[in-house]
C-alpha cells in the first residue's frame, strides 16, 4: 500500500496530514513525493502553503499536484497546459481466447487544445460540420445568408441554436447561426414547446416560411437516430456499472462483494449462474473513487481521505474480479483527471495500481466488444439538462439519454455544470450509431431501448450521502443492468432496499 505518510513534521510545524488536508479542502489531488518535498521546505507555513494552492488552483484543473509542477510553481513559473500530459496506455486487446475489445475513439493521447478562443472555434466548428452532415440526409438546406438573397418563400436551413427567449405573444424566438449568417426562427403552436425544451448549443434543422427577415417554423428537425430494429446476436453478457465511490463512508462495501462473488459463480440461482459464466467485459461509467474536495464538506464524508488510498482500495477489489474478464474503466467528475470533457483515461501512476484485465479509456470512449458497439459517458451534463427540461427528473435517468441521443450530443449545454475542454474535433459529437449508450453520475438506474439503441443508467455503489440529501437526490444503488446474450437485458439488485 502506498500511503501518504504521517509523521510529525520540518520546523515549521505542518504535517504531512495538514498538507493533504489543506490540498483536499480546496478540491486537489497531490501526490505522495510532492507532499514530501514541501515537507522539506524550510519556508513553508499556512500562509505560504495557502498562496501556493491559490496558485495551482488556477492552473491545475483538477490533475494531480505532481513534484514536477510543483517545482515550476516554486519557482514562480505557472504551467497553464495540463491538457497533453496523459498518454494511451497501449494494452493486448487481441488475445484470442477472449473477444475482441477494440477502443476506437477517445481523447486520451489525443488532446491538442489550450482553451484559447481558436480552440472554441475550431470546436463549434467540428460540431456543426459533424451534425450538419447528419442532417442534410435529412433535408435540403440552404445557407442563412442567401435567404436575404434569394428570398425563397419556403426554405430549409441549419443552424446552431445562438439563444431562445418566449415572445411577449407566448411564441417562441430561436437565433439560428451556420457560417454564414444568422436568423430569427419563431416558434409557434405545438412547435413552441419543442422551443422550450432547447438547452442551448443545439445543431437543427429548421424548415419554414419566410417573413420579413425572420422564418416561420413548419417543423423543427433534430439530428436524432434512425429507426433502427436490429440487436447484435451473441453468445456472451456485458455488465455496465458506474459510481463506485470508493473512499467514500457510503460506499456499499456488502452488496459490492455479492456482486464480485456473483462474478464468481458464488451466489445466485442457475440462471444468474449461467449468466456469470457468460459474462466477458465489464463497463465502469466513472466516479470510481469519491475523490477529494469534490463538494463543500466533502471531507467529513470520507472514509478514506488520500486519493492515493482510494484508487488503491480501487485497485484490490477490481483483483477480486474472475481475470478473464475485461474490465473498462472510464473516468467521471470524482475522478482524479481534469474535470472538463472529453476527460482522458486515468493517468499512469493511478491506472498502474490496477489489475492488467483493466483497460482505461476517457470519459466519453466508443469501445467495440466483438461487434458491439458501445458508447460510454459518465454523464454529468445530466445535471443541466434535467435542471433545464421540468419533465425530466432523476428518478428517470434513460429520458435524459434520449434527449442527448435526439441531439446527438453528450453535452448539448455550454457554460453550465459541465466544463468543456474545446478541442479541435467535438468528440462529444455522437456521429456514428452505438449498439448500447450507457452513463451513469445521477446513481439511479433506468434502462430502454429507444430506436434500437440500449441506453443504460447503470445506478451506484454508495448510499445516499448527506450532500445528495440536500439536493434531494435519491440513488437506487446496487441496481446492475447486463446485456446477455442475444440482445437481452437483464437487471440483477444486489442491494436490499433498491
Ligand atoms: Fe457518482
Redesign the pocket.
Given at each position: 500500500m502506498v500511503k501518504v505518510e504521517i509523521k510529525s513534521s520540518n520546523d515549521v510545524g505542518l504535517s504531512s496530514l495538514d498538507i493533504v488536508s489543506k490540498f483536499a479542502e480546496r478540491g486537489l489531488n497531490i501526490h505522495p513525493k510532492a507532499v514530501r518535498m514541501l515537507e522539506r521546505l524550510e519556508s513553508l507555513n499556512v500562509e505560504s502553503l495557502d498562496s501556493l494552492i491559490d496558485k495551482i488552483s488556477m492552473t491545475s484543473r483538477g490533475a494531480v499536484v505532481t513534484p514536477e509542477s510543483l517545482q515550476d510553481l516554486i519557482r514562480n513559473k505557472p504551467k497553464m497546459d495540463v491538457y497533453n500530459s496523459f498518454d494511451s496506455y497501449g494494452y493486448d486487446l487481441d488475445s484470442k481466447k477472449d473477444v475482441k475489445i477494440k477502443v476506437e475513439k477517445d481523447i486520451t493521447g489525443n488532446s491538442s487544445c489550450e482553451g484559447g478562443i481558436e480552440d472554441f472555434v475550431c470546436h463549434f466548428n467540428s460540431r456543426f460540420d459533424k451534425l450538419a452532415n447528419i442532417l442534410r440526409r435529412r433535408v435540403k438546406s440552404i445557407p442563412i445568408a442567401s435567404l436575404s438573397k434569394i428570398k425563397p418563400k419556403e426554405a430549409e436551413i441549419i443552424g446552431i441554436v445562438c439563444g431562445v427567449r418566449e415572445t411577449s405573444s407566448g411564441n417562441y424566438l430561436i437565433e439560428l447561426e451556420d457560417k454564414t449568417g444568422r436568423i430569427n426562427v419563431i416558434a409557434t403552436g405545438k412547435l413552441r414547446e419543442i422551443a422550450s425544451e432547447l438547452l442551448g448549443e443545439e445543431v437543427l434543422a429548421v424548415s419554414g416560411i419566410l417573413k420579413g427577415k425572420n422564418l416561420i417554423a413548419n417543423r423543427i428537425i433534430f439530428p436524432d437516430l434512425p429507426q433502427n430494429g436490429k440487436r447484435p446476436n451473441k453468445d456472451f453478457a456485458i455488465v455496465f456499472t458506474s459510481?463506485i465511490?470508493f473512499g467514500s463512508n457510503a460506499f456499499l462495501e456488502e452488496s459490492w462483494n455479492l456482486f464480485i462473488k456473483w462474478l464468481n459463480g458464488e451466489v445466485g440461482n442457475e440462471y444468474m449462474r449461467e449468466l456469470a459464466e457468460k459474462v466477458k467485459c465489464i463497463f465502469i461509467a466513472g466516479?470510481v473513487v469519491d475523490g477529494v474536495g469534490i463538494y463543500p464538506g466533502q471531507d467529513k464524508e470520507l472514509r478514506i481521505i488520500d486519493i492515493y488510498g482510494q484508487y488503491e482500495e480501487a485497485a484490490e477489489h477490481m483483483d477480486g474480479i474472475p481475470k478473464k474478464i475485461k474490465i473498462i474503466l472510464s473516468p467521471?467528475n470524482?475522478d482524479a483527471v481534469r474535470q472538463a470533457e472529453p476527460q482522458p483515461a486515468l493517468p499512469k501512476e493511478f491506472a498502474s495500481l490496477f489489475p492488467k484485465n483493466v483497460i482505461h479509456v476517457g470519459n466519453p470512449a466508443w469501445v467495440d466488444v466483438d461487434g458491439i458497439k458501445v458508447l460510454v459517458y459518465h454523464g454529468r451534463s445530466f445535471d443541466d439538462i434535467i435542471l433545464k427540461i421540468p419533465r425530466l427528473d432523476y428518478s428517470n435517468p434513460v429520458e435524459a439519454i434520449v434527449e442527448i441521443l435526439k441531439r446527438r450530443h453528450l453535452v448539448p449545454i455550454y457554460g453550465g455544470r459541465s466544463p468543456l475542454a474545446p478541442e479541435k474535433e467535438d468528440l462529444l459529437v455522437i456521429d456514428e450509431i452505438p449498439d448500447v449508450i450507457h452513463t451513469?453520475?445521477v446513481?439511479t438506474y433506468g434502462a430502454k431501448f429507444y430506436k434500437g439503441v440500449l441506453a443504460i443508467n447503470s445506478s451506484?455503489w454508495q448510499s445516499q450521502t448527506e450532500f445528495q440529501r440536500k439536493v434531494n437526490l435519491n440513488p437506487m444503488p446496487g441496481n446492475v443492468p447486463v446485456y446477455g446474450p442475444n440482445g437481452k437485458l437483464h437487471r440483477l439488485r444486489f442491494y436490499k432496499g433498491s
Open positions: 459510481d465511490h466516479d467521471g470524482h451513469g453520475h446513481h451506484a
